[in-house]
C-alpha cells in the first residue's frame, strides 16, 4: 500500500549539475503533478501529466523539463541547476471523480543547490 | 484566476482551546478539499466537501463549505498538540478538468 512513492529524499547539488527526481503511484490513477513549495509561496505547479503520453507546463515550468513514462512513472528533471531552485518538490497523483479531484502526495525531495 | 486565500496565515494557541481557520474566493468550485501537512512530510487529504452548505466533522474537526460554493471554513473544538501543523484548502475548477489549485495554507501551533 505505498501510494506514491518518491526518491530521493534529500539531495544537494552543485549549480549547473543535472539530476531527476523519480516518482511513482500505485494507485491507477490517470493525473500526475509535480510542485515546489517555498516558505510563504504556498505549492506551485511546475508541471503536470493528466494522461499517460501528455504532459502540460504550471505555473513555474522554467528550467524544469518532465517524462511520463507509463501510468505509474512521472519523473522531474533539472538540466542545470540554480540556486533558485532549492526547494521541496512534492510529486501528487490525482483521484478524478464526478465534483472534483482528490491530490495524493509523495513526502518530498528536498533539494539544496548550492 | 481562481485565487483560494487562506486565513490567518500563523494561529498558535494553547492546548484546550478552539480556533476556526478560513479558505475564502470569488469564484465557485465544484469541491474543495481540505489537507494537513506536517513537517517533513507531504499534505495529506482530510476531507472533501462537494454541497454548498455542506458540514463534515472528522473528530474534533467540523468542515463547512459555504453555501455558495466559494468557501470554507475549519473548526477545530478543543485543540490538542498534534493538531499542529500546516492546513491547506483546496479546489478543483469548475470546468472539472483535472487542475487544482491550494492556499498557501494556515500554520497552526497548539502550546501543550
Known amino acids: 500500500n505505498a501510494g506514491v512513492t518518491q526518491t530521493p529524499k534529500f539531495q544537494v547539488l552543485k549549480t549547473g549539475q543535472s539530476m531527476t527526481l523519480q516518482c511513482a503511484q500505485d494507485?491507477?490513477?490517470?493525473?500526475m503533478y509535480w510542485y515546489r513549495q517555498d516558505p510563504g509561496m504556498g505549492l506551485r505547479l511546475i508541471y503536470y501529466?493528466?494522461?499517460?503520453?501528455?504532459?502540460d507546463k504550471g505555473e513555474v515550468p522554467n528550467g524544469y523539463n518532465v517524462s511520463r513514462l507509463n501510468k505509474r512513472e512521472f519523473s522531474l528533471r533539472l538540466e542545470s541547476a540554480a540556486p533558485s531552485q532549492t526547494s521541496v518538490y512534492f510529486c501528487?497523483?490525482?483521484?478524478?471523480?464526478?465534483?472534483?479531484?482528490?491530490?495524493?502526495f509523495g513526502q518530498g525531495t528536498r533539494l539544496t543547490v548550492v | 484566476t481562481q485565487l483560494l486565500e487562506q486565513s490567518p496565515q500563523f494561529l498558535s494557541i494553547q492546548e484546550g482551546e478552539n480556533l476556526t481557520v478560513y479558505c475564502n474566493s470569488s469564484?465557485?468550485?465544484?469541491?474543495l478539499q481540505w489537507y494537513r501537512q506536517e513537517p517533513g512530510e507531504g499534505p495529506v487529504l482530510l476531507v472533501t466537501?462537494?454541497?454548498?452548505?455542506e458540514v463534515k466533522k472528522l473528530k474534533r474537526l467540523t468542515f463547512q463549505f459555504g453555501d455558495a460554493r466559494k468557501d470554507s471554513s475549519l473548526h477545530i473544538t478543543a485543540a490538542q498538540p498534534g493538531d499542529t501543523g500546516l492546513y491547506l484548502c483546496?479546489?478543483?475548477?469548475?470546468?472539472?478538468?483535472?487542475?487544482?489549485?491550494f492556499g498557501k495554507g494556515t500554520r497552526l501551533h497548539i502550546l501543550p
Open positions: 501528487a497523483s490525482m483521484r478524478g471523480y464526478a465534483f472534483g479531484t482528490e491530490a495524493f
Open positions: 466537501v462537494v454541497t454548498g452548505g
Open positions: 501529466s493528466a494522461s499517460e503520453g501528455t504532459t
Open positions: 483546496a479546489g478543483a475548477a469548475l470546468n472539472r478538468d483535472d487542475k487544482i489549485i
Open positions: 469564484s465557485v468550485f465544484s469541491s
Open positions: 494507485m491507477n490513477h490517470n493525473s
